[in-house]
């Protein structure tokens, strides 16, 4: 039997006033904010991030080509997975712009598409991609830094991760791309059991993020110049970066 799912937000009630609403509004936290007046489910029972998904999420836009970036990678058979950051160092934002999340495939497909956001930019990966292998004999993260990526060992601290991501969101320190649509699926649902364990089901992206923040932002670079000159215009052969403002970063 085929299930069909409508979210209903409060203003399909039509018995809600405008001052019942208000009232409603202020007495729901707001981590719940979003399920209770759009419908959207999350779980919030034991979230981990205990944040209304409004106040990180914004619209894509047109990245400052001297924002440097790096990206937070978490490897595996079932899923491979990988997110974007650029740091708006003035107002110490991180931003999440791009997200990978692909099962199923070979590191030299991985790798390809890593690469096509930008080979300049540098990485942090799940430590623990030392000690895996999708086929016998195989060290992940030594096939990837193979296959071309710049990859750094990220720190594996959980509990010191989770409240550094925590802090950054709760004082506008974290956004994320609105494109980002699986990121926000697994935010919604990344929670801990009833004994206070991070529940390990579809958190590839949560880790990337965990990683991004705790080790990434160590190891981010600049757009190279040759870059910055196609980008705004000039080939790459008549770009001189001194000449047009770009310093060596």
Same mark, same amino acid.
């Given at each position: 039997?085929?299930?069909?799912?409508?979210?209903?937000?409060?203003?399909?009630?039509?018995?809600?006033?405008?001052?019942?609403?208000?009232?409603?509004?202020?007495?729901?936290?707001?981590?719940?904010?979003?399920?209770?007046?759009?419908?959207? =489910?999350?779980?919030? +029972?034991? !979230?981990?991030?205990?944040?209304?998904?409004?106040?990180?999420? &914004?619209? /894509?836009? @047109?990245?400052?080509?001297?924002?440097?970036?790096?990206?937070?990678?978490?490897?595996?058979?079932?899923?491979?997975?990988?997110?974007?950051?650029?740091?708006?160092?003035?107002?110490?934002?991180?931003?999440?712009?791009?997200?990978?999340?692909?099962?199923?495939?070979? =590191?030299?497909?991985? +790798?390809? !598409?890593?690469?096509?956001?930008?080979?300049?930019?540098?990485? &942090?990966? /799940?430590? @623990?991609?030392?000690?895996?292998?999708?086929?016998?004999?195989?060290?992940?993260?030594?096939?990837?830094?193979?296959?071309?990526?710049?990859?750094?060992?990220?720190?594996?601290?959980?509990?010191?991760?989770?409240?550094?991501?925590?802090?950054?969101?709760?004082?506008?320190?974290?956004?994320?791309?609105?494109?980002?649509?699986?990121?926000?699926?697994?935010?919604?649902?990344?929670?801990?059991?009833?004994?206070?364990?991070?529940?390990?089901?579809?958190?590839?992206?949560?880790?990337?993020?965990?990683?991004?923040?705790?080790?990434?932002?160590?190891?981010?670079?600049?757009?190279?110049?040759?870059?910055?000159?196609?980008?705004?215009?000039?080939?790459?052969?008549?770009?001189?970066?001194?000449?047009?403002?770009?310093?060596?970063?």
């Amino acid at each position: 039997m085929s299930k069909h799912t409508v979210h209903a937000t409060w203003d399909d009630v039509p018995h809600l006033s405008a001052q019942q609403k208000e009232d409603l509004w202020k007495g729901i936290p707001p981590y719940m904010r979003s399920a209770a007046a759009k419908g959207i =489910p999350r779980l919030d +029972a034991g !979230a981990i991030y205990p944040v209304d998904e409004e106040n990180i999420s &914004v619209a /894509d836009f @047109a990245l400052p080509v001297y924002w440097p970036r790096a990206y937070g990678m978490d490897v595996g058979w079932n899923k491979t997975a990988g997110l974007w950051g650029a740091h708006d160092t003035e107002n110490d934002v991180l931003y999440i712009y791009s997200e990978y999340y692909q099962g199923e495939e070979k =590191p030299v497909v991985h +790798a390809a !598409a890593f690469r096509s956001r930008g080979d300049w930019i540098r990485g &942090v990966s /799940d430590p @623990a991609a030392r000690g895996r292998s999708q086929r016998d004999g195989e060290n992940l993260f030594d096939e990837y830094t193979s296959l071309g990526l710049q990859l750094y060992l990220a720190d594996h601290a959980v509990e010191a991760g989770l409240f550094k991501v925590l802090n950054r969101m709760s004082t506008g320190g974290l956004k994320v791309f609105s494109s980002c649509t699986n990121f926000f699926e697994e935010f919604r649902l990344y929670r801990r059991d009833e004994q206070g364990k991070v529940l390990k089901e579809k958190d590839h992206l949560m880790d990337c993020m965990r990683y991004l923040v705790m080790s990434g932002m160590d190891v981010m670079t600049f757009m190279p110049a040759e870059v910055v000159g196609e980008k705004i215009g000039y080939p790459k052969q008549e770009y001189n970066p001194l000449r047009h403002g770009w310093g060596n970063g």
